[in-house]
């Protein structure tokens, strides 16, 4: 018996062969479906045609993980689908993360961010790093189980100009109280902005333990960080 030839699919897209704002189109949507090696293979590209660094960053990279985030934010995509547009986010990222160092372009801001002591959770840390990531922050993740000397280690190396802290369970939200009010008797809270997130948080906590912001989710949180990081660079308040 015959077999039929293996045929080709005819909608198959050749990235390379899309033009640029045809390509860029197919690279918010590659990201929106996780799609590590394509987002690779577009960054690629468009370097190759002289894009800057830069620019494949904020119009391929971050305008894509917006559209994510928004999703996000309004019950369309879910965790395990977030999490792999951030692990193809990443991929792009190691591309022009050591070109972006290279032309001295400057991130939107830093992030600190780490789970408190006790907690062993970090689902919702780990997105909010990739979201933040996304939308142009460099973030250092000091991990789980942190105590006032890691959040206090990091700050100095760092110098970034956010903490954030996350906490899931009830036990150990607390901790961030510790954490702020060791900042303020060391008299270096208004160095910092702080946000809170995490599961059993909400507004009323974030503001009773003294952070500045409490976010739900990691597209809240990727939305309020710029805007936060723009007043108090501007010498503003920045409080919840």
């Not at 002591?117 to 142009?136: C, P, R, T």
């Not at 809170?196 to 948080?201: C, D, M, N, Q, R």
Request: proline share 3%; with cysteine.
């Amino acid at each position: 018996m015959a077999t039929e030839p293996l045929m080709l699919d005819e909608d198959e897209i050749v990235l390379s062969e899309l033009a640029d704002d045809e390509l860029v189109e197919q690279m918010h949507e590659d990201l929106y479906d996780g799609l590590k090696e394509e987002i690779v293979e577009g960054t690629s590209i468009l370097l190759g045609r002289d894009w800057s660094a830069e620019k494949v960053l904020n119009e391929a990279l971050v305008e894509g993980m917006r559209i994510v985030g928004i999703d996000f934010r309004d019950g369309i995509l879910f965790v395990p689908e977030v999490l792999l547009a951030a692990n193809a986010m990443k991929g792009g990222m190691e591309i022009l993360r050591p070109l972006l160092s290279e032309t001295g372009v400057k991130p939107i801001g830093k992030m600190v961010i780490g789970t408190v002591k006790g907690d062993i959770h970090d689902i919702g840390k780990n997105l909010v790093a990739m979201m933040l990531e996304g939308a142009g922050f460099e973030v250092f993740d000091i991990g789980i189980n942190n105590s006032v000397e890691d959040y206090f280690e990091a700050l100095e190396k760092h110098q970034p100009d956010i903490l954030g802290m996350s906490a899931l369970l009830t036990t150990t939200m607390p901790y961030m109280k510790v954490v702020i009010d060791e900042m303020v008797s060391q008299g270096i809270r208004d160095d910092y902005i702080v946000m809170v997130g995490g599961a059993p948080l909400n507004e009323e906590f974030g503001r009773a333990v003294g952070a500045d912001a409490y976010c739900r989710d990691a597209a809240q949180a990727a939305d309020t960080a710029p805007r936060l990081v723009r007043v108090h660079r501007a010498g503003g308040t920045v409080g919840a």
